[in-house]
Nanobody, 119 residues
Framework: QVQLGAPGGGLVQAGGSLRLSCAAS????????MRWFLQVPGKEREFVAD????????SYSDSVKGRFTISRDNHKNTVYLQMNSLKPEDTAVYYC????????????WGQGTQVTVSS
């Protein structure tokens, strides 16, 4: 298991930017593909972005492609989500997650953080 810290969200105006960071502890960070998810009330948690163990491969949902950037620092055991050109529909609780590259299981979920984008 790996423990993931709270990403640190907040309130921002539409068109603004916010960076979430999620620090991992208790595991070998390079063992994990790191992912970001969001969830709005009454809906399923949905995929936002992921990054492979080395940082050399990333993918995004269509709704954030071109606006969000996922990155990781394996020396700091931290994954980031840079969110630019934010829209009110990006308002959600955001979670980071660690997916074990060997078992394909999620070994840890971060504490969700609220991101609110005002119009």
């Amino acid at each position: 298991q790996v423990q993931l810290g709270a990403p640190g969200g907040g309130l921002v105006q539409a068109g603004g930017s916010l960076r979430l960071s999620c620090a991992a502890s208790g595991g070998t960070f390079r063992r994990y593909c790191m992912r970001w998810f969001l969830q709005v009330p009454g809906k399923e948690r949905e995929f936002v972005a992921d990054i492979n163990y080395s940082g050399g491969s990333v993918s995004y949902s269509d709704s954030v492609k071109g606006r969000f950037t996922i990155s990781r620092d394996n020396h700091k055991n931290t994954v980031y989500l840079q969110m630019n050109s934010l829209k009110p529909e990006d308002t959600a609780v955001y979670y980071c997650a660690a997916k074990n590259i060997w078992t394909a299981l999620y070994d840890g979920w971060g504490q969700g953080t609220q991101v609110t984008v005002s119009s």
